[in-house]
């Protein structure tokens, strides 16, 4: 069985590489593409996406290479379009399926945008247009559209809502606004967070958004923005503040969304002003309007995600209360709203963390909180059957912002994309995953 399954993977990449030979892979990458990468056993054969990428970069005038302690290469952007540039989210890939584009985060003077690297035409290009609400864009990676809502200001809120806005790759594409987020509170400052960072829902057709305005009452409103500019649907309001919302994507009723620490600046669970710490970390937000906590109380979890089969939740447990001190993971029961037993697989301290769609590998940072401190940042592959460890930098500066690495998977887990962080600043790292499956084996 296996080796029909080669066979018919090495006749879809023949295939491809033939279509590839004729027009950009852009125009020839299609979603059943991706899913029909998914389906196939676990090879580390190179995709002609893998392969296209690499000659590009390989040739680029915009990236250089970085060589490890250990050997390992990470092609790294040196044309630094402002001193803090940095990968999407872990949650959220920049990079198209196809590995043509690539859209990456800008901060400056307090404000976030966005840029693009074209590897087919090897350029890298600023839209001073596209001013963001801190980490809210996300890129649909089979078009390379990429989605973002406008910045929630500083002063009173004069407006009824946010615009979502939405602009495709290339110098003649405009910007369209593809739907709005209401304000919820009349008359006061804007919400701590509109969407922290957007996300599709399993049948592409909403965003999800988590609103969270502790400035005015200490509540969080949960629900899903739809594409096609229909009215946004309001899931549930919530006391506290909650953000890192995620959709999941197998299950269109179903969000993650986590509890933060806040300041209460109406006084209702303390003094006024005070810092309000996590009571419970993690929820599971449904369209009916219930909220489930993953577990009875768990305030030492952080940094969630759900893997791409929408059933099991992975999360950092900080002090090992719920699985063990690393990497955990926990299996979701949709049909009965519960959760099974968590099960520690990366037993290791770490900030963010991500396994890959099949769950056979996690890429993390280390250390996290003491990034500041130690000025030692590292990131580091882990194969989740062998339990064998590499890293993929061993040793980075902290350049003194939140430019924590959130590496993550993307390009049908062939590579890694991270944060580079140097002394003058940060900037975007990719790193080819064939070697350290091979080093892990």
Not at 233 to 255: C, F, G, I, S
Not at 317 to 322: I, M
Not at 355 to 363: A, E, F, H, N
Request: net charge negative; hydrophobic share 35%.
């Amino acid at each position: 069985m296996i080796e029909k399954m080669r066979i018919v993977k090495n006749f879809l990449l023949l295939f491809f590489l033939i279509l590839c030979s004729c027009t950009h892979a852009q125009e020839v990458i299609t979603e059943n593409w991706e899913n029909a990468i998914k389906e196939l056993p676990e090879s580390n054969d190179p995709t002609p996406a893998e392969l296209w990428l690499k000659d590009k970069l390989e040739k680029s005038k915009h990236f250089e290479k970085y060589v490890n302690s250990n050997g390992i290469e990470t092609f790294v952007l040196k044309t630094h379009l402002t001193k803090q540039q940095s990968t999407m989210y872990f949650t959220t890939p920049g990079i198209t399926s196809d590995g043509r584009y690539m859209w990456f985060w800008l901060q400056e003077d307090n404000k976030n945008s966005l840029a693009l690297v074209d590897f087919e035409n090897d350029e890298v290009v600023r839209y001073a247009d596209m001013e963001i609400a801190e980490s809210s864009s996300v890129v649909d990676t089979i078009t390379g559209d990429v989605y973002w809502v406008e910045p929630r200001g500083s002063q009173r809120h004069t407006t009824d809502f946010y615009k979502l806005y939405k602009r495709s790759p290339g110098d003649d594409a405009t910007i369209s606004v593809i739907n709005k987020i209401p304000h919820f509170v009349d008359n006061c400052k804007p919400p701590r967070q509109v969407a922290t960072h957007l996300m599709f829902s399993a049948d592409h057709k909403n965003f999800c958004f988590d609103s969270g305005h502790y400035y005015a009452n200490n509540k969080t409103y949960l629900g899903v923005v739809p594409l096609d500019g229909s009215p946004i649907e309001l899931w549930t309001t919530l006391d506290r503040r909650y953000n890192h919302a995620q959709m999941n994507p197998k299950y269109n009723d179903v969000m993650l969304a986590v509890q933060d620490y806040f300041y209460d600046y109406q006084g209702q669970y303390g003094e006024v002003g005070s810092k309000i710490p996590i009571e419970n970390r993690m929820w599971i937000i449904y369209s009916d309007g219930e909220a489930k906590p993953v577990f009875p109380v768990g305030n030492d979890i952080y940094h969630e995600w759900w893997d791409s089969t929408g059933d099991i939740l992975w999360y950092i447990d900080k002090k090992g209360n719920y699985g063990g001190k690393g990497v955990c993971r926990v299996p979701y029961d949709y049909k009965n709203r519960s959760f099974g037993n968590p099960e520690l697989i990366w037993a290791n301290s770490l900030g963010h963390a991500e396994c890959d769609s099949r769950s056979l590998y996690l890429v993390a940072d280390h250390g996290h909180k003491t990034f500041e401190t130690s000025n030692s940042v590292r990131v580091s592959f882990f194969n989740i059957a062998t339990g064998k460890e590499v890293d993929i930098v061993t040793s980075m500066p902290y350049p003194g912002w939140n430019a924590d690495p959130h590496p993550h998977f993307a390009l049908q887990d062939k590579i890694i994309c991270f944060t580079f962080s140097k002394t003058e600043g940060s900037t975007v790292g990719i790193t080819f995953t064939s070697t350290l499956r091979e080093l892990t084996k």
